[in-house]
């Protein structure tokens, strides 16, 4: 079975702070996708990066970091010098190759505040 | 440039009406998905559609009935609605199954009473 686990709920700091968003998979198939999601108040989700499991390249983009790590089944989120405007749910997901059904199981989601 | 468009936004039903969201995507996507958001629970798949006239069950599929006719709509309809349904229920679609990201809708917020 597949399971992915966001241990934190929430997260609260202020501005300019640097915040890592944890991210834990379970799955026994060799091929799976691994993805982030932002919720922000407005309640759409809006797609942030997408990893293939061949794949353990970090990845950097502006002010937004991923570390894929297949040791500790992980696939953490950093966000470096935060702003209000990150102030959103974060979720990871996890699709599998397996099956086929282009299915992704979410993580319970990390709520991050940012203030001011 | 729409993407994937869900109406309604707000719905209150009673316990026991019927009533569909509708979902649409103008992306030529193959690949059309209904999931529930509930408080601690992440997104849960209810059923998905790998193109028009084929749609299968995903995680909680009981109450919802689903169809594919064409390849831009996905409309999800819930027979008998319960106070359990309450949740907010998002289409996401993408080219195809090969795990693709998935692109989402605004979303519909759904209140049982």
């Known amino acids: 079975a597949q399971k992915v686990t966001q241990a934190q709920t929430e997260i609260s700091v202020v501005e300019k702070e640097d915040v890592t968003l944890d991210c834990v998979y379970e799955t026994r198939d060799t091929t799976y996708y691994l993805f982030w999601y932002k919720q922000p108040p407005s309640g759409e989700l809006v797609f942030l990066i997408r990893r293939n499991s061949f794949d353990e390249q970090n990845e950097i983009s502006g002010r937004y970091s991923w570390n894929f790590q297949k040791s500790t089944s992980s696939f953490n989120f950093t966000i470096t010098a935060s702003q209000v405007v990150d102030s959103a749910v974060y979720f990871c997901a996890l699709s599998v190759r397996s099956g086929n059904t282009g299915k992704l199981i979410f993580g319970q989601g990390t709520t991050l505040q940012v203030k001011p | 440039n729409a993407g994937v468009t869900q109406t309604p936004k707000f719905q209150v039903l009673k316990t026991g009406q019927s009533m569909t969201l509708q979902c649409a995507q103008d992306?030529?996507?193959?690949?059309m998905s209904w999931y529930r958001q509930d408080p601690g629970m992440g997104l849960r798949l209810i059923h998905y559609s790998v193109g028009a006239g084929i749609t299968d069950q995903g995680e909680v599929p009981n109450g919802y009935n689903v169809s594919r006719s064409t390849t831009e709509d996905f409309p999800l309809r819930l027979l008998s609605a319960a106070p359990s349904q309450t949740s907010v229920y998002f289409c996401a679609s993408s080219r195809d199954r090969s795990n693709q990201p998935q692109h989402f809708g605004d979303g519909t917020r759904l209140s049982i009473l």
């Open positions: 992306m030529n996507h193959e690949y």
